[in-house]
């Protein structure tokens, strides 16, 4: 009887240890998370991952470029962190009291990716620092109010903006290293502001509830989110027509079926995301900024063949 409870209370302990580890794992991941999206780190890499395909898909490829698209987004959303403050204490409060506390901080980073992100440009050509500065000018007309007006106020034009400012980095930094043609060019640009729109309007759907009180009019604002579902699916179906045109032009094949894929996946977290009564919090940010990441992987993994695979899925 001794032996059996004794054999009972181990088996409770190393449950409740594996609990405790699971738990722990648990809250170590999350602050990962947490880290990565309130320093906009992850963002930097959906943004740097949108550039690198770009540059697979017109056969160039440039480090500093990378390195200069990086900065630029870190600085740029911090930035609209700072300029946000009122949205997002409603929206999310853990990046208001975030950058509230941490003010200077923030605002250093502001300063300092700009300039590490002129500097790594300037390692190209004078046109890749010209993109840079276009790209920060548009931030700034996003995010700050000159005169009582800033881009994001504006119904449509908010989306627009940011998905204009991702085509500035995706189409335009590639021309500083390699010219390919303007209609391979324009596809891209048009897949990238398709898919960089529809994101920033399913993070509208997020915050929904604090641009309403904020007085921000944004796509589901002004529509509600059944009309916004219905407006998305139909911008994302012009992919599948999109894809038609690529394969025609000659873009490489390899990555257009990765880019296919993303089409799917883009039908799949629009119905999710845009459901009645579906609570959005962090998943969002995986779901659609770490897309972009996973189509990067999967066109490096492209370029390496099977080791690359293998290493992928071991």
């Known amino acids: 009887m001794a032996v059996h409870l004794e054999s009972l209370y181990q088996t409770d302990r190393s449950l409740i240890d594996s609990n405790k580890q699971r738990s722990s ?3 170590f991941s999350e602050r990962i998370l947490s880290f990565l999206t309130l320093n906009a780190i992850l963002v930097g890499c959906t943004t740097t991952s949108i550039l690198y395909v770009s540059c697979l898909l017109l056969n160039t490829f440039s480090a500093p470029l990378l390195l200069a698209c990086f900065f630029l987004t870190v600085s740029t959303y911090n930035l609209n962190r700072l300029t946000d403050l009122d949205e997002d ?5 853990d990046r208001a009291n975030y950058a509230k506390k941490h003010y200077t901080r923030v605002l250093f980073t502001v300063v300092g990716s700009s300039g590490v992100a002129l500097l790594f440009a300037s390692f190209c050509d004078l046109f890749a620092v010209f993109v840079i500065v276009l790209a920060l000018c548009a931030s700034c007309l996003y995010s700050i109010r000159i005169f009582r007006f800033r ?3 504006i119904l449509v034009v908010k989306n627009v903006a940011i998905a204009g400012t991702s085509v500035i980095c995706a189409a335009l930094l590639p021309l500083a290293v390699h010219f390919r ?6 596809l891209i640009a048009y897949f990238v502001f398709l898919k960089v729109f529809i994101n920033t309007v399913l993070f509208d759907v997020r915050d929904v509830e604090g641009d309403r009180l904020a007085g921000t009019i944004t796509i589901p604002v002004s529509l509600g989110r059944q009309k916004t579902r219905g407006l998305l699916l139909a911008l994302n179906s012009t992919l599948i027509l999109w894809a038609a ?8 094949y390899k990555y257009l079926s990765i880019l296919a894929g993303s089409i799917v996946y883009g039908y799949w977290y629009i119905l999710r995301l845009c459901r009645d009564g579906t609570t959005i919090q962090k998943s969002v940010d995986w779901l659609v900024d770490g897309e972009w990441i996973l189509i990067a992987i999967l066109a490096a993994t492209v370029i390496l063949g099977p080791a690359g695979w293998f ?4």
């Open 89 to 93: 204490s409603i929206n999310a409060p």
């Open 25 to 27: 794992h648990y809250t």
């Open 181 to 186: 043609s303007y209609i391979a060019i324009s």
């Open 245 to 252: 045109l690529s394969v025609f032009q000659g873009l490489p």
């Open 311 to 314: 290493f992928l899925l071991k």
């Open 151 to 153: 881009l994001k106020d």
